[in-house]
């Protein structure tokens, strides 16, 4: 009988497995991983969550990454990636009508490290050469599949001149004139719309808009801009007595409402 019951012991334990990624860490939520102390950043681990590991695994959670309700991706805060600070900021009215897509240019990322690196990039060119309070985009996206975050859900961007007090401005890293952005990155600006529109901060009528629909810009690139013309919020707009620099980089053309 003793032998059963061991045996059914075992068969329990080995399908409900390690339960640190589904424990909900009461500040970074559902992020937790079994992994190496050594290798868990600021020591942020709880013992006892990782059953079928060694005792050198624990469940780590990553003080960089918050995860959100519903449909909301991980993203990686401000500390996450090691932002500077803020010169200034201006809140945002919320919920916007507009989400407005853009790309950076320039080479892509598709691991956490090198996102970050380019991040930090993007914010030293946005202030110390444009003078900006900060990095321009709301948001950024990886083809690593993280969120990156920029100005935040609440803070008016400096993306798209006339619609950054009224827009969420998402940006993907890279350059996608000749192709679109990989799926993990694809996936992710659909759902941190979607994260948007649950959290209130996105109205659920949204209009979806490239940055050339608005301005003198080749942005977001042709094959991702010809991607987010199927999308189902993607409205056309007449555009009057401008037409698209298809050779103007995207940095030349962010701009700061005046």
């Known amino acids: 009988m003793l032998f059963l019951f061991a045996i059914a012991a075992l068969l329990v334990t080995s399908i409900v497995g390690d339960s640190c990624e589904s424990y909900s860490h009461p500040q970074y939520g559902k992020t937790g991983k079994c992994i190496q102390t050594s290798k868990c950043s600021n020591s942020n681990y709880i013992s ?5 590991q060694p005792a050198d695994i624990k469940c780590c959670f990553s003080a960089g990454t918050t995860t959100g309700t519903g449909n909301c991706p991980s993203i990686i805060s401000r500390a996450g990636w090691g932002a500077r600070a ?4 201006t809140n945002m009215a919320t919920p916007v009508s507009y989400v407005v897509v853009h790309h950076t240019t320039g080479g892509t990322c598709t691991t956490k490290d090198s ?14 050469s444009n003078g900006w309070a900060d990095i321009g ?9 993280n ?15 006339g619609y950054n007090s009224k827009s969420i401005g998402i940006s ?11 799926t993990a990155a694809l996936n992710a600006v659909k759902a941190l719309i979607q994260c948007g529109i649950s959290k209130g901060i996105i109205q659920s009528n949204y209009i979806l808009r490239g940055h050339r629909d608005l301005d003198s ?3 977001p690139g042709n094959t991702f801009y010809a991607e987010i013309k199927t999308w189902p919020a993607y409205r056309s707009v007449q555009r009057i007595g401008s037409t698209p620099s298809f050779n103007t980089p995207e940095d030349y053309l962010v701009m700061q409402d005046m």
């Open 48 to 52: 006892n969550l990782c059953e079928s």
């Open 172 to 182: 993907v890293i890279g350059d996608y004139t000749s192709l679109k952005p990989n």
């Open 86 to 89: 803020a010169t200034s900021k």
């Open 147 to 161: 969120v990156y975050e920029g100005r935040g859900w609440s803070l008016v961007g400096a993306h798209c001149i």
């Open 217 to 219: 810009t080749s942005c």
């Open 115 to 128: 996102c970050i690196s380019k991040m930090k990039g993007f914010q030293n060119y946005h202030m110390d």
């Open 137 to 145: 985009y709301n948001f950024l996206v990886g083809e690593d599949g």
